[in-house]
């Protein structure tokens, strides 16, 4: 059944097993259910970015960037438990930050994210002005609040997210927006003392023959696979892209539309939320997100 012509609404139901779960290696077998849907659980966003699962509360936020976000204001927050906000980051070595875009925490309590600018590259996802800092991911202190810059290599780092025993980040480098040649790639780096990085590599191309697209939004699993959104390259490429620890690529999940990024949710954290360009979907999985976020 063809992406374009499937009945998301659910009041046509589709046969089992899900079409959308594509098995391209005998390793993704045994993380799909054959008797489980991929499901839309909303529509009517502009661009649905940042699912986060709330455990406290058992539900799950997400933005609409055009409509909500912080790259407006060019900051990292905190919001609070009353609600209000904790400005973490906003300047670095006296000049702005040029629109923070994905974060993820260290177990030492360090907040390490990333500083790719697109909010301030257009008004429609913030306020459109110059970039005063290179590009980089970035790490705030737990104990003093400083921040350095771990590193400054790649042309657009963008999506984030620890191997399962923190030893390693993934780093989607997507400056493939503003050069057409530039490697579509999610990069790996070993991570040094909880604070540094060192050795970055390639870890996975996001090209499937003839298709090119690009990565987003990245999570692990508790066995060290990669979930990593995808889109911009059409029908049969955008959705999920799994890589197994070693980089190949075993399985996706097509969506209808591309899929910026990803989270894994629900009591058992075993549900893989997905928020694509207008929409928000949903599959269970047979495995678990590696951590909390």
């Keep these: 059944m063809m992406a374009d012509i499937r009945d998301w609404s659910g009041a046509t ?3 089992y097993p899900d079409p959308a779960i594509k098995i391209l290696d005998p390793r993704f077998q045994p993380y799909c259910l054959g008797h489980t849907p991929v499901q ?6 502009l661009w649905a970015e940042g699912p986060c699962w709330f455990g406290d509360g058992r539900f799950l936020v997400w933005s609409d960037i055009p409509n909500s976000c912080e790259h407006a204001t060019r900051r ?16 670095y070595q006296g000049k702005p930050l040029n629109a923070p875009n994905d974060v993820v925490v260290h177990p030492d309590g360090g907040i390490w994210f990333s500083d790719p600018g697109y909010g301030s590259l257009m008004h429609y996802e913030g306020t459109r002005s110059t970039l005063e800092l290179k590009e980089a991911v970035y790490r705030i202190d737990p104990h003093t609040g400083a921040i350095a810059i771990v590193t400054d290599a790649l042309a657009k780092p963008n999506g984030l997210c620890f191997a399962p ?6 780093i989607v480098d997507s400056g493939v927006t503003h050069n057409p040649d530039h490697p579509r790639e999610i990069t790996v780096w070993d991570v040094i003392d909880g604070q540094r990085l060192q050795h970055g590599r390639r870890f996975a191309l996001m090209v499937l023959g003839e298709l090119a697209g ?24 955008d959705g999920v892209h799994i890589f197994a620890p070693n980089g190949d690529r075993i399985g996706q999940i097509l969506l209808p539309e591309m899929c910026s990024n990803v989270c894994f949710g629900g009591r058992k954290r075993n549900r893989l939320f997905m928020t694509g360009s207008q929409s ?3 599959v269970y999985v047979e495995t678990q997100g590696a951590h909390i976020a």
């Excluded at 839309?40 to 966003?45: E, I, K, M, V, W």
């Excluded at 889109?231 to 049969?236: D, I, M």
Aim: aromatic fraction near 14%; avoid cysteine; charged fraction near 20%.
């Design 76 to 91: 990292v927050t905190r919001t609070e438990y009353n609600g209000t906000l904790t400005v973490l980051a906003e300047r």
């Design 165 to 170: 025993d923190y030893s390693k980040l993934y």
């Design 13 to 15: 139901p589709i046969r």
């Design 40 to 45: 839309r659980l909303y529509t009517g966003t």
């Design 280 to 282: 928000l979907y949903a």
């Design 214 to 237: 690009m990565a987003d939004g990245i999570r692990v699993d508790t066995d060290g696979n990669l979930w990593a959104a995808a889109g911009w390259g059409g029908e049969g490429f």
